[in-house]
């Protein structure tokens, strides 16, 4: 896809983050652009400011986690504009730590949000997008860690993975179904963004019942490290290239942190060589 100017995009978690970015990027492209978000203000302050800017936008509250919330961001879309070029399956959380460790709730919110979303987002925008039979492109959210051995939070790991395998899944339904849509899956690695405090979406119906306990000095340097790394990670805003320089090449696979290839090569013959995965480090 190399048109962008005059199009419409839709982009969950739009109100922060990767997500801001690409509506950005999107609006220095000409599109119209709809942004759908659990957080209410921040939503609202995203709108004003892109409409400041003078950016044609949409705000949708929406809860990705529910078919009928996304469904509900079709109808509006397609109400205001008529179609959709893009879609940005992008919203995403982070929850839990060991398989064993992390709650019932840890594990629902996380698979809710991150896999479901994108579920239903294809389910609900591909139809539409097949339909209108012009050039599209869809982007799914997944990340380095989708293609990597570990992650401490295990279901963001998992649904990661599970986003990879389909978007991957995605591109051949497209290749069978001759459809004139492009997809690419982004798998990036540090990012500055606030995805350390994404519990302040967490609903209330999944919220963990809180033990007063002091974490040990090795827990509390590990969260300062890595919140230290997403501070010191890419800017969203560069990110939003490497995504519309994919889409312009038809480059399925974003891999902007160049830093992690070997971790994925690492993994990659492990599998072919019948070895146990590869330690982290």
């Known amino acids: 896809m190399e048109l962008f100017e005059g199009k419409v995009a839709v982009i969950t978690g739009a109100a922060s983050g990767i997500g801001r970015a690409l509506a950005e990027r999107c609006a220095q492209e000409g599109m119209r652009v709809v942004l759908a978000d659990i957080e209410e203000p921040a939503l609202a302050q995203t709108a004003v400011e892109m409409r400041i800017a003078g950016t044609d936008v949409l705000p949708v509250v929406t809860d990705v986690s529910k078919a009928e919330d996304v469904e509900a961001l079709a109808r509006q879309t397609l109400d205001a504009y008529g179609a959709v070029h893009l879609l940005c399956n992008n919203a995403g959380v982070g929850a839990g730590s060991t398989v ?68 991957e899944k995605l591109y051949y339904d497209m290749a069978q179904w001759g459809g004139r849509i492009g997809v690419s899956v982004l798998c990036p690695g540090w990012v500055r963004t606030g995805i350390m405090d994404s519990e302040r979406n967490r ?17 509390e340097a590990f969260v300062a490290a890595i919140r230290q790394e997403c501070e010191d990670g ?48």
């Open 203 to 219: 609903p209330a119906e999944l919220a963990d019942e809180l033990v007063e306990t002091e974490m040990t000095p090795e827990v």
């Open 234 to 281: 890419m800017p969203p805003a560069e990110l939003a290239d490497h995504v519309f320089q994919a889409m312009r090449a038809g480059k399925f696979y974003i891999l902007p942190h160049e830093e992690f290839l070997p971790l994925v090569q690492a993994r990659a013959d492990a599998i072919v060589q019948g070895q146990n995965p590869p330690p982290l480090s």
């Open 100 to 167: 064993w460790e992390s709650t019932l709730n840890d594990w629902e919110w996380t698979m809710g949000v991150n896999l479901w979303g994108v579920i239903h987002g294809l389910r609900t925008f591909v139809p539409l997008m097949l339909d209108q039979d012009s050039e599209g492109y869809i982007v799914n959210t997944a990340s380095i860690v989708g293609l990597i051995p570990n992650h401490y939070g295990a279901a963001y790991h998992a649904t990661k993975h599970a986003i990879v395998a389909l978007s």
